[in-house]
């Protein structure tokens, strides 16, 4: 099993900064992908950003650019640097790791809301 903590979600004014944390622990083996996803208010979930094996980080359209994704495997966390914040950027922000052993995991996500 693996479990996921994101955090540093919170309130934010349109152009501003947040950064996302998550840690992960439990049976960590065979690490395939991690990423995060987001939910905003009555939409699916939607890719932001993530980071496969072997392969280059892939960002969802509405983010490139503005969003910088970064992986510490000694640590095991996986970190999302936000800038220019825009209101539909507002969402549940959700990490996910996918393992050999485990298979898909999800983090219990993070608010991120964006005033206009």
């Known amino acids: 099993q693996v479990q996921l903590v994101e955090s540093g979600g919170g309130l934010v004014q349109a152009g501003g900064s947040l950064r996302l944390s998550c840690a992960a622990s439990?049976?960590?083996?065979?690490?395939?992908?991690m990423g995060w996803y987001r939910q905003p208010p009555g939409k699916q979930r939607e890719l932001v950003a993530t980071v496969p094996i072997g392969s280059a980080i892939i960002y969802g359209d509405s983010v490139k650019g503005r969003f910088t994704v970064s992986r510490d495997n000694a640590k095991n966390t996986l970190s999302l640097q936000m800038n220019s914040l825009k209101p539909e950027d507002t969402a549940v922000y959700y990490c996910n790791i996918q393992t050999f052993a485990s298979g898909s995991s999800w983090g219990q996500g993070t608010q991120v809301t964006v005033s206009s």
């Open positions: 439990g049976i960590i083996f065979g690490i395939r992908n």
